[in-house]
């Protein structure tokens, strides 16, 4: 019976032994190593090597800069980066007494005369930065503070421990910038609601990885979360909850002035005309009641775009949103109507007569997405809509941005034509990381890049970057961190660094590294494939 068991339980590892030729080996994270996690554009390392103290090591304001003190967001930044050198949060706290330090400071010089300190990053924001690292004072040098907070990120990530738990760093010239301007995360609060907490500590992991917008999916048909103050009824009834589930005014701003501090802009999504069934809940006779041969069936469809009812209440919506998110950009939606409903209800069948429509119910959508354009266009936003927007045809402004996220037809083809056609292309395509699969799914993010598809160098320049998703259909609190990192760095690094930075094993070593970084800064980033990191998380 034994011998049978341990055969079975043999045969059973065999079974279950990974065979995916795609893993590489384990890893390790040995004292002195260096991980640059995106890989900086120009990066020249030399073998001298510098000691810091907790006990005088300081990062200060240059003399010149155009930041001084009183910039809060880099006086925040300097106590941050400082941490993450020599704190690793409250568990790890390290007691080795160094009273040496060869590096006395880093100096942030902020060089143009517009610190932009207390602005909101945008998409024109300059995120360059140099850095020489050098005794006895290394210098960060930036036009704007978002380069700065780049360079800090980047100058943190170059110090390493050695084997006694000293921290060190090398002398070192990096000089950087990105390769496209928007490099975004896409949370969705409305199929699970996500605590604040959450919502910050994955504003801490852009921060690490560089990117620079929080798209905030923040409503869709399952729940409507955002408590508007022009339309209460909305949360009210539309929330899953409606004191508990929802974001109030001091949360949306704490978010969206959490997110400042650390370059990113925040760009909500308001998506319409489908995707609206909360928003039914409080706002009576918005959806189009849908009917079962002559009589309504007691079931909505998507907002109604007949009524002027319906246009004067986006009107005031759209006025308060362009308001509450200081962004230049807001996410109109535009995805996947079901006409169904539509084509049921004899209003829409005779309006649809009256204009001249036929049956072609992409005439209907593109007729009240043209106008919601211009109500949102009134309030001076510029607005990114999902590719079916692009794809049905409607009259857009020459700023708009084009999400692309559609499998069919290829993204590559959909990138070519919407460039083709003038507009600013954003990819989302290759990137939602919801999907989840056995091994190491990270390497295909990795390898896609925005710009891969056939077109002239103009069309290649209007690419503006993109974006990784994390829908939230089987995601709330408990999971979305681990599934969104380190995941979401390989798209970090694709939307950061030079195009020519693609060599997967070189990106694994550095990534697996970078991940056990992120560990050690509390963020439960998970494993890439087999090892162990020095400091393991211990999820407390
Ligand atoms: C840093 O300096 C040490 C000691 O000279 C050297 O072994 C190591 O390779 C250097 N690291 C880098 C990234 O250049
Ligand atoms: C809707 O508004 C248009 C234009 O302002 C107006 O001509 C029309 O009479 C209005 N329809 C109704 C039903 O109020
Ligand atoms: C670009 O065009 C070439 C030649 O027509 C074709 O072989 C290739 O598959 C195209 N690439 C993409 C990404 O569409």
Request: charged letters at 20%; hydrophobic letters at 35%; proline letters at 6%.
């Amino acid at each position: 019976m034994r011998a049978l068991y341990f055969a079975s339980l043999l045969l059973s590892i065999n079974v279950c032994k990974s065979s995916l030729s795609e893993d590489f080996g384990e890893i390790y994270e040995e004292p002195e190593e260096v991980s640059v996690w995106p890989q900086p554009q120009k990066y020249q390392a030399s073998p001298v090597t510098f000691q810091l103290s907790a006990y005088i090591f300081q990062i200060a304001h240059a003399k010149g800069s155009s930041a001084g003190p009183s910039c809060v967001l880099l006086q925040n930044a300097f106590r941050r980066y400082i941490d993450y050198i020599f704190g690793y949060g409250k568990k790890h706290k390290k007691n080795v007494k160094v009273f040496d330090s060869d590096l006395a400071e880093l100096q942030v010089f902020i060089t143009s005369p517009d610190s932009e300190c207390d602005s909101y990053p945008t998409v024109k924001s300059d995120e360059s930065y140099q850095l020489s690292v050098d005794q006895p004072t290394s210098v960060l040098k930036a036009p704007t503070v978002w380069g700065a907070l780049r360079g800090l990120e980047t100058f943190t990530q170059l110090v390493f421990e050695d084997k006694y738990g000293v921290k060190k760093i090398n002398k070192t010239d990096i000089s950087d910038f990105p390769r496209f301007a928007h490099r975004g995360i896409l949370l969705d609060t409305s199929r699970h609601y996500l605590p604040l907490k959450v919502i910050l500590v994955n504003l801490e992991a852009m921060a690490m990885n560089k990117f620079n917008v929080f798209h905030w999916h923040i409503v869709d048909d399952q729940s409507f979360p955002y408590m508007s103050p022009t339309f209460p009824d909305l949360s009210q009834k539309g929330a899953y909850q409606p004191y508990t589930h929802v974001y109030t005014s001091a949360d949306v701003n704490m978010v969206i002035e959490f997110a400042r501090m650390h370059g990113i802009r925040v760009i909500a999504e308001f998506d319409t005309p489908g995707h609206t069934q909360s928003w039914g809940k409080g706002q009576p006779g918005l959806l189009t009641p849908c009917y079962s041969g002559s009589t309504p069936s007691g079931t909505f469809g998507p907002v109604n775009p007949i009524l002027n009812t319906t246009y004067d209440f986006m009107a005031s919506f759209f006025k308060e949103i362009s308001t509450v998110f200081p962004d230049a950009y807001i996410h109109l939606g535009g995805d996947e109507v079901d006409f169904s409903c539509w084509k049921s209800n004899p209003d829409i069948q005779k309006f649809m007569a009256q204009q001249g429509f036929g049956q072609d119910y992409s005439k209907l959508e593109s007729y009240y997405i043209q106008r919601i354009l211009d109500i949102v266009k009134a309030t001076n936003k510029g607005y990114m809509v999902w590719q079916e927007v692009f794809d049905n045809e409607v009259k857009l402004n020459a700023d708009t941005l084009i999400h692309v996220w559609k499998e069919k037809p290829q993204y590559e083809n959909e990138m070519a034509r919407v460039t083709a056609a003038g507009f600013h292309a954003l990819l989302s395509t290759p990137w939602y990381l919801n999907r989840i699969s056995y091994g190491q799914d990270w390497q295909g993010i990795y390898r896609a890049d925005p710009q891969s598809f056939n077109g002239t160098a103009e069309q290649k320049q209007l690419v503006i970057g993109g974006e990784a998703c994390l829908w939230g259909e089987y995601v709330d609190a408990t999971n979305l961190t681990p599934r969104l990192w380190p995941r979401a760095s390989a798209v970090g690094e694709r939307l950061w660094s030079d195009e020519n930075v693609k060599d997967v094993n070189s990106a694994y070593t550095r990534l697996a590294k970078h991940r056990c970084r992120m560990l050690r800064r509390g963020i439960p980033a998970e494993p890439l494939f087999v090892g162990y990191c020095r400091h393991e998380y211990d999820g407390l």
